[in-house]
């Protein structure tokens, strides 16, 4: 498999989804965490509303941003910048300074190359990875503020986070969320249209 591919399978909602619910699940849990738990669940419900609204701007009516060559925000970079960072964030606890600071540096560096693999790749224009990387790492960097002083300094044992973690990654990394059929059948449906407007690259979630 080419080395792009294998670096786009960790923007795919197969995979962030199910290590979001997995995230929300272990902030939840805790009355410590809960807050910080339901704050995750709005932002990136929002980032996701935000890109599948672009997206269903230019796919139903082609509304897009002819110059820039926009159709859309690119799904896999935002969402990667949003959720990859903000994992090691919300689950390590403050008092693991350089492990916490490690780990979201990787999260970063996995975003960013999901971000290089769809200009790789093809399937997206430069600036829907830019806008894309842009709409992520600024609800990460809201998050951030909002999240400062709040992380507990105790958290669950480390290797259970790290096994519950690892499950949907070695259950789901590899596979492709529907995402675009989903979004072709709701722009058919609330446009009238018989078929969606295309434009390539700029035509993958």
Request: contains cysteine; proline residues 5%.
């Amino acid at each position: 498999m080419p080395m792009w591919l294998l670096i786009t399978a960790f923007g795919d909602c197969s995979v962030l989804l199910p290590v979001f619910l997995v995230t929300a699940a272990w902030l939840i849990s805790r009355a410590v965490t809960r807050r910080n738990g339901l704050l995750w669940i709005l932002t990136v419900f929002i980032c996701i509303a935000v890109v599948g609204l672009s997206k269903l701007m230019y796919m139903s009516w082609d509304i897009g941003i002819p110059g820039l060559d926009f159709s859309g925000f690119s799904g896999h970079t935002a969402l990667s910048s949003l959720i990859w960072p903000l994992v090691p964030a919300l689950l390590i606890p403050e008092r693991n300074v350089l492990l916490r600071r490690t780990a979201i540096a990787l999260g970063v560096l996995l975003a960013v190359g999901v971000a290089a693999s769809r200009l790789g790749l093809g399937v997206h224009s430069i600036s829907e990875v830019i806008l894309g990387g842009m709409l992520g790492f600024g609800f990460t960097a809201g998050f951030f503020f909002k999240l400062r002083n709040t992380t507990p300094r105790n958290s669950a044992p480390a290797w259970q986070i790290g096994i519950s973690l690892l499950l949907p990654l070695l259950l789901c990394y590899g596979h492709t969320f529907p995402s675009q059929q989903l979004l072709k059948h709701i722009a058919i449906s609330v446009s009238g249209h018989d078929t969606v407007f295309n434009n390539a690259p700029g035509t993958h979630y």
